[in-house]
Every structure is written in structure tokens, then in C-alpha cells.
């Protein structure tokens, strides 16, 4: 009976460890929250060229390009996820600026506004 006892033994014990397992906690990705920062800089940045006047004449939200126009003067914008997660927002102009020399601050200041930072 002695023989049996000790591998028995500690088969229980294996048996009850085997069912003793501490799982991790989900641990979100850095930028989990990209696609909802996308689309608010999106937004934002086509609500800024429209709040100086330019009409969007091309759009592509899922390849982050948008182009405005006013007169001459061409605008376009640019958003970009970053490997770290966060947004980048550009706007490069072209065209006859001269017509409006303020046009480019004008619409960086309104894209602030519209991101909460201004």
C-alpha cells in the first residue's frame, strides 16, 4: 500500500495545480483610442478649412487627404496615424496665397479651436 501512496500523492497535487492559473488583465494598446482621435482630427480639420471659406473639392477620410479650394488658393490636408498611436494633422497650401496671406494661420487657429486647444 506504501508503494501506491506516494504517486498517488502527488498526483493530487499535480491534478489540484493544474487548475490553478492566474491570468494576466487585458492590457489595452498603446493609442486603443486612435480610431475615435482620427476621426475627431478629421473632422476637425475639414470643419477648419470650411470655417475659412473653402470648398472641399476632394475627400478621401480613409486614405486621411482632403483638398479645399478658394479662388486660386489650394488647400490640402493631410492626416496621419503615427506608430505610437497619435494623430499627426498637416496643411500645406498652393496656388495664389498671395490673394491671402493669412489663410494658412487662419486655418491652423481653427483647427485648434475645433480640437479644444485654443
Keep these: 500500500m506504501k508503494r501506491f501512496a506516494i504517486p498517488l500523492s502527488l498526483a493530487l497535487?499535480?491534478?489540484t495545480?493544474?487548475?490553478c492559473y492566474v491570468y494576466d488583465p487585458y492590457y489595452y494598446p498603446y493609442g486603443y483610442n486612435a480610431p475615435a482621435a482620427y476621426d475627431r482630427s478629421w473632422n476637425a480639420a475639414v470643419g477648419a478649412m470650411r470655417d475659412q471659406g473653402l470648398t472641399i473639392t476632394?475627400?478621401?477620410r480613409g486614405g486621411g487627404f482632403a483638398e479645399g479650394r478658394r479662388g486660386n488658393i489650394v488647400v490640402r490636408a493631410k492626416v496621419i496615424t503615427q506608430q505610437d498611436?497619435?494623430?499627426r494633422v498637416e496643411f500645406n497650401h498652393g496656388g495664389s496665397i498671395?490673394?491671402?496671406p493669412g489663410?494658412?494661420?487662419r486655418i491652423s487657429h481653427a483647427y485648434e479651436?475645433?480640437?479644444?486647444?485654443?
Design 85 to 87: 498611436g497619435r494623430i
Design 103 to 105: 489663410l494658412a494661420d
Design 58 to 60: 476632394a475627400e478621401d
Design 17 to 19: 495545480l493544474g487548475g
Design 13 to 15: 497535487v499535480a491534478g
Design 98 to 100: 498671395g490673394e491671402d
Design 113 to 118: 479651436v475645433r480640437m479644444g486647444r485654443a
